[in-house]
């Protein structure tokens, strides 16, 4: 059968494939169409093999809501920006979203499992392959999350680089609550919160913190409080670990701040042997006690979302949760989610010219 340029066209707006495969689809399934869809569809799962091991850490999160108490996000890589930002990628996108919405899946490969909400004769992970063929690039659905609540709030940064969901609990959905919730999805996105609250961290965590706080401070005498470092200095100097150089530097810079700046490497390295040596001592101390608090107590309001302050702040003090109980007091954050395009994928770093040198056989 004479495969005509009509059944080509028509063949490439069906699927979206390039040209030549619909070409070759249409001459090898004798200008049967259907077949000839099943024909790159095939093709299309030998291709999508080929691309899976290609680092996919582009893409974009997309967020969807239902009756205002429901909403998913979704986070789908392709390999590059370029793609990220096509359209029928981003129309993919936003039906997987869909699926997740409607899904009771626990994972990904449960979703991909599922059957494709907009063609019941196939599977989410069908689609996918037949995405990559069109594409041309590996694509993968990496997570998805749902929350549901009395009132939910999504935004989405940057063309799709961040998605957030917030999920409230005690309060109708007022214009004002519904404000509020977005502002703090907002929060969210920019300030990258890990716990709702301090009452949300383990106490093996916040020992951890306190472990580590403790560790760096001993390993850096310079910001200890002024007590113990001149102790310190005091059994450096009786104990002859300074070089006479250092020891010169210290007489003449002692009231200095900047102390540190003119003592050796090897001056500071001992101050660090004393402290250690000293540890238990000095992590009894109630100056260093506080020093200690008040650090991992910095750390808990940088990571925990109501201790956080407000962005938006008049003050500058105000925090998430002082912000929220202006507005209701009843209103209580339940969950929310953070979703970073790309996140915590190690990039492979790609050389455009040798790329194109290399494909040219140069």
Known sequence: ?????????????????????????????????????EFLKKSGAIKAEKKATRVAAEGICRVITKDGKTAAVVEVNSETDFVAKNEKFRTFVDAVAEQVLGSDAADVDA?????WNADAT??????LVGQIAVIGENLKIRRFAKLSGDVIATYVHGEGRIGVLVAANGVEASDAVKEALTNVAMQIAAMNPEYISRADIAEATLAKMKEITIESALND????????????IQKALTGNLWSAEDVAAYE????NKYLFNFLSDAAKAALVE???????????????????EGRVSKQVNEICLL?????????????????LESVDKALKIADFVRFATGEGIEKKEENFAEEVAKQMGM
């Open 1 to 37: 059968m004479a495969i005509t340029a009509g059944m080509v066209k028509e063949l490439r707006e069906l699927t979206g494939a390039g040209m030549m495969e619909c070409k070759k689809a249409l001459t090898e399934t004798d200008g049967n169409m259907d077949a000839a869809v």
């Open 111 to 115: 979703l991909l499992a599922e059957k």
């Open 252 to 255: 003449e810079q002692k009231n």
């Open 122 to 127: 196939k599977t989410v992970n069908d689609e």
């Open 221 to 232: 005498p310079a910001t200890l409080p002024k007590p113990i470092l001149n102790d310190l």
């Open 274 to 292: 004393l402290a250690m040596a000293d540890k238990e001592t000095i992590v009894a101390n109630k100056i260093f006690g506080g020093l200690v």
């Open 307 to 323: 201790e956080q302050t407000y962005v938006k702040a008049e003050d500058g003090k105000q925090t998430v949760g002082k912000y």
